[in-house]
Protein backbone atom coordinates (compact mmCIF):
# COMPACT_ATOMS: atom_id res chain seq x y z
CA UNK A 1 0.00 0.00 0.00
CA UNK A 2 1.30 3.19 -0.61
CA UNK A 3 2.18 6.71 1.57
CA UNK A 4 -0.99 8.60 0.35
CA UNK A 5 -3.37 5.54 1.11
CA UNK A 6 -1.43 4.67 3.93
CA UNK A 7 -2.90 8.55 5.02
CA UNK A 8 -6.22 8.58 3.84
CA UNK A 9 -7.00 5.52 6.29
CA UNK A 10 -4.95 6.96 8.94
CA UNK A 11 -6.82 10.53 8.71
CA UNK A 12 -10.39 8.71 8.16
CA UNK A 13 -9.93 6.63 11.31
CA UNK A 14 -9.62 9.80 12.87
CA UNK A 15 -12.54 11.77 11.76
CA UNK A 16 -15.11 12.04 14.61
CA UNK A 17 -19.08 11.26 13.47
CA UNK A 18 -19.92 15.05 14.95
CA UNK A 19 -17.93 16.53 11.92
CA UNK A 20 -19.95 14.40 9.60
CA UNK A 21 -23.22 15.06 10.97
CA UNK A 22 -22.16 19.17 11.00
CA UNK A 23 -21.32 18.58 7.74
CA UNK A 24 -24.43 16.98 6.53
CA UNK A 25 -26.62 19.82 8.61
CA UNK A 26 -25.23 22.31 6.45
CA UNK A 27 -25.40 20.65 3.48
CA UNK A 28 -29.39 20.52 4.21
CA UNK A 29 -29.53 24.09 5.67
CA UNK A 30 -28.11 25.81 2.23
CA UNK A 31 -30.26 23.17 0.11
CA UNK A 32 -27.07 21.97 -1.14
CA UNK A 33 -28.08 18.33 -0.95
CA UNK A 34 -30.34 19.07 -3.67
CA UNK A 35 -28.11 21.54 -5.39
CA UNK A 36 -25.08 20.00 -5.26
CA UNK A 37 -25.79 16.20 -5.34
CA UNK A 38 -22.49 14.61 -6.67
CA UNK A 39 -20.84 16.77 -3.51
CA UNK A 40 -23.28 15.48 -1.38
CA UNK A 41 -23.28 12.02 -2.54
CA UNK A 42 -19.27 12.25 -1.72
CA UNK A 43 -19.28 13.58 1.41
CA UNK A 44 -21.66 10.72 2.49
CA UNK A 45 -19.64 7.96 1.17
CA UNK A 46 -22.86 7.26 -1.52
CA UNK A 47 -21.01 5.39 -4.40
CA UNK A 48 -23.86 3.84 -5.86
CA UNK A 49 -25.29 7.96 -6.24
CA UNK A 50 -22.03 8.65 -7.77
CA UNK A 51 -22.03 6.17 -10.25
CA UNK A 52 -25.93 7.24 -11.39
CA UNK A 53 -25.25 11.16 -11.50
CA UNK A 54 -21.09 11.12 -12.69
CA UNK A 55 -20.54 12.18 -15.85
CA UNK A 56 -17.55 14.43 -17.51
CA UNK A 57 -19.85 17.48 -17.87
CA UNK A 58 -20.02 17.65 -13.61
CA UNK A 59 -17.57 15.52 -12.56
CA UNK A 60 -15.21 18.38 -11.58
CA UNK A 61 -17.99 20.87 -11.00
CA UNK A 62 -17.19 23.32 -8.24
CA UNK A 63 -19.68 23.70 -4.79
CA UNK A 64 -20.68 27.32 -5.20
CA UNK A 65 -18.01 30.41 -5.95
CA UNK A 66 -17.57 30.43 -1.51
CA UNK A 67 -16.00 26.76 -1.71
CA UNK A 68 -14.97 26.17 -5.30
CA UNK A 69 -14.08 22.56 -4.26
CA UNK A 70 -15.10 19.30 -6.44
CA UNK A 71 -16.69 16.35 -5.71
CA UNK A 72 -13.33 14.96 -5.35
CA UNK A 73 -11.98 16.98 -2.45
CA UNK A 74 -15.37 16.15 -0.77
CA UNK A 75 -15.03 12.25 -1.23
CA UNK A 76 -11.33 12.43 0.25
CA UNK A 77 -11.99 14.81 3.62
CA UNK A 78 -14.69 12.46 4.37
CA UNK A 79 -12.00 9.22 3.81
CA UNK A 80 -14.38 8.57 0.66
CA UNK A 81 -11.17 6.96 -1.48
CA UNK A 82 -13.93 4.61 -3.54
CA UNK A 83 -15.61 7.51 -3.87
CA UNK A 84 -13.08 9.65 -5.11
CA UNK A 85 -11.89 6.61 -7.52
CA UNK A 86 -15.23 6.48 -9.22
CA UNK A 87 -15.09 10.28 -9.81
CA UNK A 88 -11.73 10.02 -11.53
CA UNK A 89 -12.80 7.06 -13.28
CA UNK A 90 -15.90 9.09 -14.37
CA UNK A 91 -13.64 12.17 -15.68
CA UNK A 92 -13.10 14.31 -12.75
CA UNK A 93 -9.01 15.65 -12.26
CA UNK A 94 -6.67 13.70 -9.99
CA UNK A 95 -6.15 15.87 -7.41
CA UNK A 96 -2.37 16.92 -6.77
CA UNK A 97 -2.85 18.29 -3.69
CA UNK A 98 -4.87 17.30 -1.42
CA UNK A 99 -6.57 19.82 1.75
CA UNK A 100 -9.17 18.99 3.34
CA UNK A 101 -12.39 21.01 3.19
CA UNK A 102 -11.53 23.78 6.51
CA UNK A 103 -14.08 23.33 9.17
CA UNK A 104 -14.81 19.82 8.71
CA UNK A 105 -11.32 18.14 8.99
CA UNK A 106 -9.92 17.34 12.52
CA UNK A 107 -6.36 16.80 11.02
CA UNK A 108 -4.32 18.32 8.07
CA UNK A 109 -3.33 15.84 5.97
CA UNK A 110 -1.06 15.73 2.87
CA UNK A 111 -0.52 13.62 0.21
CA UNK A 112 3.07 12.45 -0.60
Same mark, same amino acid.
Given at each position: *???A? =??LELW =?? =?IEPTVNQSADQMFKSKNWDAMFPLHYAAMKGDIEAIK? *? %?NPSNADQPLTPFFGSPATQWAL???HLI %???ELVKCGASVLEDFKPI???ATKDVTIA
Amino acid at each position: *MDAAY =QTLELW =QS =QIEPTVNQSADQMFKSKNWDAMFPLHYAAMKGDIEAIKN *M %CNPSNADQPLTPFFGSPATQWALSFGHLI %CYGELVKCGASVLEDFKPIIGFATKDVTIA
